[in-house]
């Protein structure tokens, strides 16, 4: 590892000479530290890559009952786990600290900042950024190596919760692979609105400068991390049996609604500095897709929020339908009439749903401080009540047309994932070109709908349209259908 350390830092050093030689400039050794251990590169995919394989082996290997009694506690065994992995990190700290003075021998030695580090150019922003914040280069090179090791720290510590809580290898090794996906997806794929969840903002301070505009914000981030886990410590490995019941029962519903209340408040976060409206945080949010306008997040959350509340309401009728009993039939006298008198409580639920959405957006939107007129500024000629009418009546029309198509499916098929995994095909017809005239039933709620040429009540004729025929046909099939399902 020291050997692939040293090549690369020497061939960082040669690209710094050659950069600063074409600009008559001097540089010192600080200005090929700085830049190697604040390189994201050679953080991403060599030193964090070490680190996660030394987390999941030390915590797997050291994992033995007779430890547990050892220390008395969960806490304690990974308080413990916790000083034996921060010497290793302080060992391959310093190692890299060696190879960077091995390959910084010969440059000029100084307390100060160079020449070249102030000079604005491209390629030179970690050096830029660190000149114009601190009055020294010492000062930058314990603060990055203070934060990597913090950050190293607040992993091993939610790492070992995770495992003495689940008990499973899998669950550890998956935690480390998401982590290592989030650590290179976070730079080059997931937007600045995700800066909190950046791994690349707390591995490198330059860009967790560049991020949070302060190099204090990340530090901060990472004690309240660790603080939350340090006070976790006690709690683990007792017997909470009706907060892990709660939990089991109701972890999907907490995860859908988390999703969905962390995707708007980072869209807040992203457009709280553009002339923006609560209405324009309103579209944006469930902008979903048009055939003009394409993006991936916007087309992510719409399969999380709408089709996730239609998974819910699955679950629900399935529910229904494994309790359903002769005497349910004697009751309502036909299976149609059984399923009216199921859905009354989900059309209930989707306006409610409807609702809640909206009036998220705006508390969202009071917080972050946006205007409330009522009106938009990227669709200035659609009036507030055009914007009302497409999110809840067009809304509405298309949540109701996706339940009553899964239902449709999961009656025929006798299969419940089947239904919910076509309707997930049917998505495709979101994508840019597919749904052409928007004449098929699938994301005609979008709020990106808003300024297509077609006009929003084509698409409540269509939702309209699609609805009742597909209610007609399920109507069809229950009266024809045996109570034996």
């Not at 690369?8 to 400039?25: D, H, I, K, Q, T």
């Not at 669709?379 to 509405?396: C, Q």
Request: with cysteine; proline share 3%.
């Amino acid at each position: 590892m020291a050997t692939f350390i040293c090549l690369y830092l020497w061939n960082e050093r040669n690209s710094l000479l050659a950069e600063a030689e074409s600009v008559s400039l001097s540089v010192n050794f600080w200005d090929l530290t700085l830049r190697g251990v604040s390189d994201v590169y050679l953080i991403v995919y060599l030193m964090f890559p070490l680190y996660l394989f030394k987390i999941g082996y030390q915590l797997t290997v050291s994992f033995d009952y007779t430890q547990l009694i050892r220390f008395k506690s969960y806490g304690q065994w990974i308080i413990n786990q916790m000083k034996g992995f921060a010497l290793f990190n302080l060992l391959i700290l310093s190692l890299w600290n060696i190879c960077s003075l091995l390959v910084s021998i010969g440059l000029p030695f100084s307390g100060q900042w160079s020449e070249f580090s102030a000079l604005e150019k491209s390629g030179n922003e970690i050096l830029f950024v660190y000149n114009h914040i601190f009055s020294m280069p010492v000062i930058a090179w314990l603060l990055q190596f203070l934060l990597f090791f913090m950050t190293l720290m607040v992993i091993q510590l939610s790492t070992a919760i995770l495992y003495t809580v689940s008990k499973r290898k899998w669950a550890l090794n998956s935690f480390l692979v998401l982590l290592m996906l989030i650590s290179i997806l976070s730079f080059q794929v997931i937007p600045a609105s995700f800066s909190f969840i950046s791994l690349p903002n707390y591995l490198s301070l330059f860009h967790g400068i560049e991020s949070f505009s302060s190099p204090v914000t990340p530090f901060l981030v990472l004690f309240i991390v660790l603080g939350i886990g340090c006070l976790l410590l006690p709690f683990i490995g007792r017997n909470f049996q009706s907060v892990q019941v709660l939990v089991k029962d109701h972890w999907a519903g907490g995860l859908f609604v988390g999703m969905i209340g962390f995707t708007i408040i980072s869209n807040a976060l992203q457009y709280e500095n553009e002339a923006m409206t609560a209405v324009d945080l309103w579209i944006l949010s469930f902008f979903g897709t048009t055939n003009e306008e394409f993006s991936l997040l916007s087309f992510s959350f719409y399969i999380i929020a709408f089709m996730g509340f239609v998974y819910f309401v699955q679950l629900f009728l399935h529910e229904q339908i494994v309790k359903m009993s002769y005497m349910s039939i004697i009751r309502y006298e036909s299976l149609t009439k059984w399923f009216l008198a199921s859905f009354n409580p989900i059309i209930r639920k989707l306006i409610l749903f409807l609702l809640l959405l909206s009036g998220f957006i705006a508390i969202v939107a009071f917080c972050f401080g946006y205007p409330f007129p009522l009106q938009s500024n990227l669709y200035p000629e659609s009036s507030m009540g055009i914007i009302a009418y497409h999110f809840f009546v067009n809304g509405f029309l298309q949540v109701t047309f996706y339940i009553l198509l899964v239902v449709l499916i999961s009656i025929v098929t006798m299969d419940v994932m089947k239904s919910f995994i076509t309707l997930l095909a049917l998505s495709i017809f979101m994508l840019p070109k597919l749904n052409l005239s928007y004449l098929f039933p699938v994301g005609l709620n979008s709020m990106g709908l808003l300024g297509a040429s077609q006009s929003i009540f084509l698409h409540t004729s269509v939702l309209l349209a699609y609805a009742l025929l597909t209610l007609t046909v399920l109507a069809y099939i229950l009266n024809k259908k045996d109570f034996s399902l």
